[in-house]
């Protein structure tokens, strides 16, 4: 999975900076290829990636975008700009700045492709309590299977606990 950015906002392209490379693993396009270079941290292309993004929308090349998902996109960046801040690697972040790094980027690629559907199938990682334990576990899935995941545990929440009625213990 890559994030895509809109260069110039009018042509598509792809960059290596998958959320795997950000929970530490490679993207694909990188495991095929065996390369002789050092091997590019992911933290700076996301750096380089996030300030060609900046720089586009400073030159206000905001084609296909309103005012307010610009605005949401600066908002975003900030944050990232915040995280990645005096890091030189991703091994600096810890897993909670990671999780909060790769919901930011899904964010802003949300933002840049546009539509309640890019936002539905934006991936999304949280951190939850396993039951019974206090171990934390790291879940990554779309926004709306976290959606569906939430409804579910409302849904059980809210039915009666107490069993009555005919069929009943």
Known sequence: MAVVL????????SYPVA?????????PSEQAEPSTEPEADGLELIREQQLELKATLDAGETEGLSVREVNRIRKEQAGVFALID???TLADMSINEKVELENAL????????????GRDEQDVCWRE?????????????TEKERDQAREGARDFLQRPKICSGPGCG
Not at 6 to 13: F, K
């Open 86 to 88: 005096g890091k030189a």
């Open 6 to 13: 809109a260069v110039g906002l009018t042509a598509l392209v």
């Open 19 to 27: 959320a795997a490379q950000v929970a530490g693993g490679q993207a």
């Open 129 to 141: 309590r396993m039951s019974g334990t206090s171990r934390m576990v790291t879940r990554c899935g």
């Open 106 to 117: 899904e964010r802003i690629n949300a933002y840049v492709k546009g539509g309640r559907a």
